[in-house]
């Protein structure tokens, strides 16, 4: 089995195997706490600590949770970090607590940690565990964030809490932004979800259509002319 470095995993969690865009997973906290930039980012980076903790120790101890029970064992473990984190969210950042509320005790059963522990920690060594849990964390956090951010904008002139666009105010006569509050309500998060998906797949599916997979470089054994990939001149492999 080829050995993962550390920046292929994280390269992998963020582009090629994007947790919300590529996967389509954990849509619950996607789509129920991208209400503002900062619920996203929190979550995320939340969900980022969780998945990489515990990716770290189920690498551990995989030849010693037995096969019938890896599942069980492996939810101990989520579960284990989770209410740490908790209570250090509680305790420390309480007004983000409040926020995200019981889609943080939810992360014990979300698909993106169960999968990546089932999928790639089960399987692997620590370190590359380690990072294969922090490179799909950050691909997570990232696309909350977007979608967050996307929808405070549209819904409410903000990010991050900070007006952007001036509201306007009828009783005084002012003009300004008129918010589309349905961007801060549940179909927003599928709109922007939906649009976001959208765009990534229209670039996906032109590079594909080129050809061009920089992160792959030559597979055919016969140098970037024959495998018409002009994304890896000049790697190995290339013997125009």
Do not use: W
């Not at 980012?41 to 037995?66: Q, Y």
């Not at 995200?100 to 005790?105: E, K």
């Not at 309500?185 to 259509?209: D, E, H, M, R, T």
């Not at 792959?216 to 990939?229: I, K, Q, V, Y």
């Amino acid at each position: 089995m080829k050995a993962d470095t550390p920046v292929e995993r994280l390269v992998n969690g963020i582009i090629k195997e994007n947790p919300t865009f590529v996967l389509v997973l954990g849509m619950c906290p996607t789509l129920a706490v991208t209400t503002s930039a900062i619920n996203g980012i929190g979550m995320g980076l939340t969900t980022t600590a969780i998945l990489a903790l515990s990716n770290l120790m189920i690498s551990m101890l995989r030849n010693f949770i037995p096969d019938k029970v890896r599942i069980p064992a492996y939810i101990v473990v989520v579960a284990s970090f989770v209410t740490i984190v908790q209570f250090l969210l509680e305790a420390y950042i309480p007004s983000l607590y409040a926020s995200l509320g019981i889609y943080i005790p939810l992360i014990v059963v979300n698909c993106i940690i169960l999968g990546r522990a089932e999928a790639y920690a089960s399987k692997h060594k620590p370190v590359a565990s380690l990072f294969d849990g922090i490179g799909m964390g950050l691909g997570f956090t990232l696309s909350i964030t977007c979608i967050g951010a996307i929808r405070e904008l549209i819904g409410a002139g903000q990010i991050f809490g900070f007006q952007l666009l001036p509201l306007a105010d009828a009783a005084n006569g002012v003009a300004g932004y008129e918010p589309i509050t349905i961007f801060v309500l549940a179909p927003g998060a599928f709109f922007v979800l939906s649009a976001l998906a959208a765009i990534q797949n229209k670039f996906k599916l032109g590079a594909a259509k080129r050809h061009i997979d920089p992160s792959e470089g030559c597979r055919c054994g016969e140098g970037c002319s024959a495998c018409g990939n002009t994304a890896c001149s000049g790697k190995k492999g290339d013997k125009a």
